[in-house]
């Protein structure tokens, strides 16, 4: 079992910067890939970025490349979202999920989810 508790959202203007973190409970945190999810009002969840569970390999739908980072600090059970030169249409909950299997841009791939963290992106 994993528990994964988001945090780090908040409003910005566009062009600015946030990093979510999302914290892991469990001792088998470094054995499962990790990905980022959001959900915008009246939108489906949608994949963001995802991360193998070395940290050495990562996926990001074409969006957000080149302006978000993914990353994770294994020793501290946590997973970062970093986020530059925000966009409003960037503005939706943003989700981090744990699957044993490997990493994937597929919601129903993982295993375990947050409860969200809210991202305001204002013009």
């Known amino acids: 079992q994993v528990r994964l508790v988001e945090s780090g959202g908040g409003l910005v203007q566009a062009g600015g910067s946030l990093r979510l973190s999302c914290a892991a409970s469990?001792?088998?945190?470094?054995?499962?890939?990790m990905g980022w999810f959001r959900q915008a009002p009246g939108k489906e969840r949608e994949f963001v970025a995802a991360?193998?569970?070395?940290?050495?390999?990562?996926y990001y739908t074409d969006s957000v490349k080149g302006r978000f980072t993914i990353s994770r600090d294994n020793a501290k059970n946590t997973v970062y979202l970093q986020m530059n030169s925000l966009k409003p249409e960037d503005t939706a909950v943003y989700y981090c999920a744990a699957t044993s299997g490997q990493m994937a841009n597929i919601a129903t791939r993982y295993d375990y989810w947050g409860q969200g963290t809210q991202v305001t992106v204002s013009s």
């Open positions: 469990g001792r088998t945190f470094s054995s499962y890939a």
């Open positions: 991360i193998n569970w070395t940290g050495g390999r990562t």
